[in-house]
């Protein structure tokens, strides 16, 4: 069978969250299936693996920071970002386009030079991007579909954005831009990562034909282990919407002596849940390690006693659980979003109420107390992995829906 050449088209060339790590992921895949693939992305001073670039890349632009007219024009329209992927597919012509994350940085622009050459496009939504301004289905601490119809007036009137007028104005206007600009009509296939989200868009408006799914994957270590680790993982950004404050106050109840609990990530809110942690005389029990990616972060699965994903947001997928489970680590995780496509409940890991303190901790020290039980559900998320989340499936997936638009 043919294989298609592809131009993986992302924000970041490094990791700064998941999607980022999958765009990596699935580029040495198509790579070590023998397709030619090369990578368009934003420049910053963090990017990893040049040798994968097309062309003379664009510059970022700081979204944390106002930076005057031309940060916000950059951010919704890149002229910079069209005219160097114009002049990189002259070097590089792919069969197909994949896109992933690339509003705020390389923004809409890039839609159109690939629809005149006509370049079959494929999307992996990783967020709700296409049906909500703010991309996360939420607002003021509460589910939200508002914006359901391109009314993404709301998010204005909700401040969805950091709780910030002017940021959220700015979220609508971008996504009304996106939507002139072909952020939908000129996509041919957009690729949902669970059931759940794939429901929620046909629910708001996304053409069901357009959307097909396909879970990440990822690859689980040869044989699981077959002893308990010693301390309770998190996994994720550092932002209060993730449940980190949740976690911190379930973890306080639990009684003496506990096992430690270590924090890998970094978000907007560190500062907060250090100073958090500082006031709870929490000190010496939790561990911030910050951002960790590599042996680093498979150590730390390695070695935990059990992953806690407490997450109040309508999950896309849960790629940490996922990840946990391949190492044969058991997942406590909030009963939200797709997070119950990844765990499941009592088999391999323990599914809560999101936002109750009560129900986590009581899964806590239910897990903490059954060293047997942790084992064996060890066991049965590392056996999920190998049958449900494997490279081999995920690339037969992907390489058919590559086919199905040549």
Request: aromatic share 8%.
């Amino acid at each position: 069978m043919m294989r298609p050449s592809v131009l993986q088209v992302n924000n970041f060339h490094y990791v700064r969250g998941g999607s980022d790590k999958y765009f990596f992921d699935l580029t040495r895949l198509l790579l070590e299936r023998g397709h030619a693939t090369k990578t368009f992305a934003s420049q910053h001073d963090q990017d990893i693996l040049n040798g994968w670039k097309v062309g003379d890349l664009p510059h970022g632009v700081n979204t944390s920071e106002a930076g005057g007219i031309q940060n916000l024009v950059h951010f919704l329209y890149s002229i910079e970002a069209r005219r160097k992927l114009e002049a990189g597919l002259s070097s590089f012509a792919p069969d197909i386009a994949h896109l992933h994350i690339y509003y705020g940085q390389l923004t809409s622009s890039v839609l159109s030079p690939l629809h005149k050459r006509g370049i079959p496009v494929v999307q992996t939504l990783h967020e709700y991007k296409t049906v909500c301004a703010t991309h996360g289905l939420y607002s003021q601490g509460r589910f939200c579909d508002r914006c359901h119809g391109h009314a993404y007036w709301h998010a204005v009137i909700e401040q969805c954005n950091r709780g910030s007028v002017p940021r959220s104005a700015l979220s609508a206007i971008e996504g009304y831009l996106a939507t002139a600009m072909g952020d939908k009509s000129k996509v041919d296939r957009f690729i949902a990562v669970s059931e759940y989200q794939r429901d929620q868009l046909v629910r708001l408006g996304m053409p069901s034909e357009k959307l097909s799914v396909v879970h990440h994957f990822t690859q689980p270590i040869a044989v699981p282990p077959s002893v308990v680790g010693d301390y309770f993982l998190y996994v994720g950004r550092m932002v209060k919407e993730k449940g980190v404050p949740v976690l911190l106050r379930a973890y306080a109840s639990l009684a003496q002596p506990r096992p430690k609990l270590v924090l890998v990530g970094e978000g907007i809110d560190t500062g907060l849940f250090k100073h958090e942690v500082e006031q709870a005389g929490l000190k010496n029990d939790v561990v911030f390690t910050g951002h960790q990616e590599g042996l680093g972060l498979t150590e730390l699965y390695r070695n935990c006693l059990c992953v806690i994903n407490p997450s109040l947001l309508n999950e896309t997928f849960g790629l940490t659980a996922l990840e946990a489970q391949a190492m044969g680590r058991p997942v406590i995780a909030s009963r939200i979003g797709a997070l119950p496509e990844v765990v499941r409940d009592n088999e391999t890991g323990m599914l809560v109420e999101p936002g109750s303190d009560e129900a986590l901790a009581t899964a806590m020290e239910s897990m903490r107390c059954n060293s047997v039980g942790i084992v064996q559900m060890g066991l049965a998320g590392w056996t999920s992995v190998k049958q449900n989340f494997s490279k081999a499936a995920h690339y037969e997936k992907i390489n058919a829906i590559y086919h199905e638009l040549l």
